[in-house]
């Protein structure tokens, strides 16, 4: 006889609402993705009721899957039929700094300034020209770190880095600084970040998706105000 066949059942929605089955990244991803989505839901609840609604729902999933450790949709569905691999999500922003393109790229080359706009971001510690260590600070206090190193540096046109094998969620980065014609800068920015492997890692990306992409703007116009209110002389002080 088959031994399953004799363990005590209490039916098949208990067995896939109890199991601890998120790993700490996915439970650490899931809680600030559903605290995001939540916080949007709530603050347009009035401009857009059906939107918001669906906002509210996914955000709650997620916070439950976050704090509980379990995914009921994940436990419903067979490992083989899992990717391996989930998609790499790539965001894509640009904005004009009225600054010279030279003074621009010197602040943010400075990594350790990029705190000081990033809200999420909470330090970056230099360990050496190319390498420094990353500090995030999600919702409930939970914390993200990882290595990451500098991959091109060409000074005044393209900075970019990525995280170092071992991070908890892949990631990298790339701004490109072009002159307009007043005397500012434009940077275009790319942000991609690589959710963990499985089914759940990939509609998580899904989701968190468009809550990141509108945090990522949000730092980046920070980026914009901020420097704009540095006065020239001390526009590199920083870090």
């Known amino acids: 006889m088959n031994q399953n066949n004799n363990r005590p059942r209490a039916g098949a929605l208990y067995e896939k609402t109890t199991v601890i089955n998120v790993s700490k990244t996915g439970r650490i991803i899931s ?11 709530v603050a347009n609840l009035k401009k857009s009721p059906l ?36 998609r ?11 600054r010279p393109r030279s003074e621009v790229f010197a602040y943010w080359r400075q990594l350790a300034n990029l705190p000081l706009f990033m809200a999420h971001l909470h330090d970056v510690e230099i360990l050496d020209a190319k390498h420094s260590h990353w500090t995030i600070k999600l919702a409930g206090n939970l914390t993200m770190e990882w290595d990451a190193e500098i991959t091109e540096d060409k000074p005044g046109e393209e900075l970019a880095w990525r995280s170092l094998e071992g991070a908890e969620v892949a990631n990298s980065g790339k701004v490109r600084f072009r002159d307009t014609e007043n005397g500012g800068t434009e940077l275009l920015i790319t942000f991609t970040y690589r959710p963990p492997a499985g089914f759940m890692g990939t509609s998580l990306a899904r989701l968190m998706n468009p809550a990141f992409a509108q945090l990522v703007r949000h730092d980046i116009k920070r980026f914009k105000q901020h420097l704009e209110g540095i006065p020239a002389t001390n526009n590199t002080a920083h870090g």
């Open 88 to 98: 790499a999500v790539n965001i894509r922003t640009s904005l004009i700094v009225e």
């Open 31 to 41: 809680s600030a993705a559903g605290a995001s989505l939540l916080y949007l839901g």
């Open 51 to 86: 939107g918001s609604l669906g906002r509210i729902l996914v955000g709650g999933y997620l916070l439950y899957r976050g704090l509980s450790g379990n995914c009921p949709i994940t436990a419903a569905i067979d490992d083989e039929q899992r990717p391996r691999h989930a």
